[in-house]
Structure formats: structure tokens, C-alpha cells
């Protein structure tokens, strides 16, 4: 730990600090072993440990109030207190700071509430929710998308309901393809969908003039998890931002309608440092807003509201 002219300090791998005197050292030289334990590592898949190093080596991105304010629209936007926004999520299904679905909720119920009406719904929203949302934020994991939860997002749809699908509510497991003619794109559970930790550059790809995408710059540095390959028509939808994995442009980003209704639906989100990110939230909150028929630049000022950006 350190040494001086009388004294070497030394701490041994189970933490117990021995001093020795320097006249009694005879003889003083690096180990070839590490003090790490011998096969730590082993236990471990291959994307398990790249899961890891990815932690280790990267960190997520930092931003600074002003690069996010100069993006903002300088006028106060369309009130959006009339906007009723329903928060889905379930229970956390990942370690600390991945899939956290109740904090997330709660956050964001506070995050929101200034500027419109927000409600919970734990699981799934109940009967009287489909019949008074303007706009549900799903962000939770699905295991059951069955006959009559597929059917009610139907009749939320057809009255011109909004959706908006965060990270894992875009699984939708072996009905992915069902889910996808009602959300534009989805994907499947792996294997048949893959996933990877990773910092990926988050290329805008909308026209210029998209009211979701506007002002933000054109790559959009991140660290999160990408889906691939999705299901669906990617015909049918409008890619906002795509990713390059394995050597190919995948959709991450993008909007869909369906008769009356919309949905905005972002893979990225894994981590709460994602959902916390100031430029990530104002794609978000612009697609909340315009997922529900409403000005997107009506709940964008929130997106630096408690975050780290300074």
C-alpha cells in the first residue's frame, strides 16, 4: 500500500495490512499473478463477460444544460394540462439501474404531472383507463400478450388512443408478430431476437423537418442494449433513428399509426441513466406528446427537469 525510508506497508487479499521493516526486507519484486482470483471469469457466458467489460470500460454520456436548452423551442409550447397520460409498468426484472420499472414510474408521474394528468397502472391498465387515456406509456415486460389485451389496444387505437413503447415493452414474445400489426415493428424473446450491452451511436435519421427528431443533433452517443432483428413492416413505419450492429443499420426509433391511433415506440432504455438522459428525454417526451395527438413540443421543457445536466 505504500513504503518509506523505515517501513513497507502491505495489504494481502483478504484485506489484513501487515508493516515490515525495511532492514528486514531482503529481497523486493513484482508477482507475476494478480491478485484477482483464479478463474473468476470462468462461470461467465462470452456475453456475459462482454456485458461486464462494456460496464467497466464505458460510461454514459454527460450533457450540459445549455446544449439541451438551445434545443428546446423558445415559445412555452401548447398547454398540455388537458393531456392524459396513463404510466404502465411492472416489476423490476433485472439488476440495479436495468428494467426498473418502478422507479421509472414514479419518476416520471412526477416529472409529468405539472404539465398534464397522469395516472398508474400496475401490470396493465384497467378498462376505465382504455376508455379515458389520451396516451399510455408502456414500460414494462409483457409476458402475456393475449387475445384480450391485443384486442383492447385495438379498440384504444380505433378511438385514436396513443401508445408509446419503451425498451422491453416492445417484446412481445410469441406473438411478436401480432404485437408488431398493431405497434409497426416488434421483437421477439432470444434467441430469436438478440441483444447486446453496448455504447452505440444513435443516428437520426427522420427528415429534418420531423417534429420528434427537430433541432437534436444528427448521432446521439449512448450506452444501452439494442433488440435485433425486429419483426414487422418496416415499410409501414417511420424509422426515426437506427444503430449500426453487426455491421448493419437497425431501426431503434420509430412511429407508427394505425387508423386513428399512434405509437412511438423507442428499443433503447435499458438503463436508467438512458431514461434519465436530458436529449433522451426530449425525444420521449415529443413522442408522448405527439403520440397523443398533441404539439410535441408541449411536454419537451421537462426533459431537464431532476437530471444530472448542468
Do not use: C
Not at 467489460?53 to 415559445?75: D, N, Q, Y
Not at 401490470?123 to 382504455?130: A, I, M, V, Y
Amino acid at each position: 500500500r505504500s513504503q518509506d525510508a523505515d517501513s513497507l506497508h502491505f495489504v494481502t487479499a483478504d484485506g489484513k495490512e501487515t508493516i515490515v521493516r525495511t532492514p528486514d526486507v531482503k529481497e523486493l519484486h513484482p508477482s507475476s499473478l494478480s491478485l484477482m482470483p483464479a478463474g473468476l471469469l470462468d462461470p461467465l457466458s462470452d456475453g456475459q463477460v462482454r456485458d461486464l467489460l462494456t460496464f467497466l470500460l464505458h460510461e454514459p454520456p454527460k450533457r450540459t444544460r445549455a446544449e439541451v436548452k438551445k434545443i428546446l423551442s423558445t415559445g412555452p409550447g401548447e398547454n398540455a394540462s388537458t393531456l392524459n397520460v396513463v404510466l404502465v409498468a411492472g416489476k423490476q426484472d433485472h439488476g440495479p439501474g436495468q428494467h426498473d420499472y418502478p422507479a421509472w414510474q414514479k419518476q416520471w408521474h412526477a416529472l409529468l404531472e405539472p404539465k398534464a394528468k397522469v395516472s398508474d397502472a400496475w401490470d396493465w391498465p384497467s378498462p376505465e383507463q382504455f376508455l379515458q387515456a389520451g396516451v399510455m406509456v408502456f414500460y414494462f415486460w409483457n409476458h402475456d400478450w393475449n387475445p384480450e389485451r391485443l384486442g383492447q389496444l385495438d379498440g384504444f387505437l380505433a378511438r385514436g388512443g396513443g401508445m408509446v413503447l419503451l425498451h422491453s415493452a416492445t417484446i412481445g414474445n410469441d406473438q411478436a408478430d401480432l404485437l408488431a400489426e398493431r405497434t409497426g415493428l416488434a421483437s421477439y424473446a432470444s434467441p430469436r431476437t438478440k441483444y447486446r450491452h453496448m455504447p452505440l451511436d444513435l443516428n437520426l435519421v427522420a427528415p429534418a423537418d420531423n417534429a420528434i427528431t427537430r433541432g437534436l443533433p444528427a448521432t446521439l452517443h449512448l450506452l444501452d442494449e439494442p433488440y435485433w432483428p425486429l419483426t414487422g413492416d418496416s415499410k409501414k413505419v417511420e424509422v426515426l433513428a437506427t444503430a449500426t450492429v453487426d455491421d448493419e443499420a437497425r431501426p431503434l426509433m420509430w412511429t407508427f399509426q394505425k387508423g386513428k391511433g399512434r405509437v412511438f415506440a423507442s428499443i433503447l432504455g435499458h438503463y436508467t441513466w438512458t431514461l434519465d438522459d436530458p436529449l433522451f428525454r426530449i425525444l420521449a417526451l415529443r413522442g408522448i406528446a405527439w403520440a397523443a395527438g398533441a404539439d410535441p413540443a408541449a411536454l419537451e421543457h421537462l426533459a431537464i427537469k431532476d437530471t444530472d445536466a448542468k
